[in-house]
């Protein structure tokens, strides 16, 4: 694989920086662009060029950066259940060695997807490493910053090209040269840059095409029927002392604003962000979405924010208006648009004030 680095630093464009640039936890900010990872900014996936036997090499712009494959990969390890449905979606089911995620992918009854997940092998209900990595035998390794991809324990882009393993980011972890803080793009753009960029890596373009295609109708159809005064809503993902949430370039912003709510944290300038309980108060959400992942449940959570007394006034919790979805949901994955429709009949049923 081949890297070519944008010259120049790297800017956030307006639209990362209003979600990303607050977040303390998962999303992160801080330190500038290093070298030898494909740290980006910039718009993943507009062209590919393909020459060569088979239409290979095929150059991609991802995260920024020109990334040039020599082959179609076909022992892919993925990271995470978002990432491995996009590549269910596009039917690459078999250039896959397996994929790692938590034990709970979410409810299979609702998503085409069964089929494949019988079919392919569960590598890890733990952390992706290096030593998974190559038993696999991978070619590829597709992940994300805070997505498996991280400096801790060197388990980088850059640590796994100088094993021969390439590796593709997803877009919405695309680190936007504000140090680690994350965003590039809208947070469906994300989701569609990664259709197209791997539609042409393998050679499913029209497959791809018809994804978005489809993605794009329902989600316009929603759009439609929105309400005219639109809710505020807030997205609890988690935390006690300090909640954490989506900023403007998580899934959660895309989902909450085409579904016809008001996201009161769209000011933030990264993906997911911790803020204060004081900020959800002065911005007064008359809904709330509940992140249901982790060792917490969805109801445990959502008795600790009926029970908390700083939230006592706010309309969402004055009203009980608290509206749950699967983590799966809320990540950059095919079931974004299912989660935009679900809330949005939701919040056609909030009535203001």
Known sequence: MRITRPRGPLRTPAAVAAALALALTVAGCGADVSDGDQDKKGTAGKQASTSGTGGYPVTLTNCGAQVTYDKAPERVVTNDVGITEIM???????????????????????????????????????????????????????????????????????ALDKLGVDTYLLSESCRNGRGKARGVMSPLDALYTDLRNLGKLFHVEDRAEKLIADYQRRIAAVQARAPKEQPRVFLYDDGRDKPLTSGE?????????????????????????????????????????????????????????????????????????????????????????????????????????
């Open 88 to 158: 269910f979606a596009l039917g690459l089911e078999d250039r896959m060695a397996g994929y790692v995620m938590p034990d709970d992918k979410g409810d299979l009854d609702a998503v085409p997807y069964k089929a494949a997940y019988e079919k392919v092998r569960w590598l890890s209900k733990s952390e992706i490493n290096r030593e998974l990595v190559l038993d696999a035998k991978a070619d590829l390794v597709f992940a994300g910053w805070n997505y498996g991809f991280r400096e801790s324990e060197g388990f980088t882009p850059a």
């Open 249 to 353: 370039f998580a899934g959660p912003h895309d989902i909450i604003t085409k579904a016809g709510g008001n996201h009161v944290m769209k000011d933030l300038k990264d993906s997911w962000v911790t803020v204060g309980w004081e900020t959800v108060v002065d911005r007064d959400p008359e809904v709330i979405v509940i992140n249901n992942y982790g060792d917490t449940s969805a109801e445990q959570k959502k008795k600790f924010l009926l029970d908390y007394p700083p939230l006592a006034g706010v309309s969402a919790i004055k009203n009980k208006r608290i509206f749950t979805l699967d983590y799966v949901d809320l990540v950059e994955s095919p079931r974004n648009p299912a989660a935009i429709e679900a809330l949005g009949a939701y919040l056609r049923g909030v009535q203001p004030g």
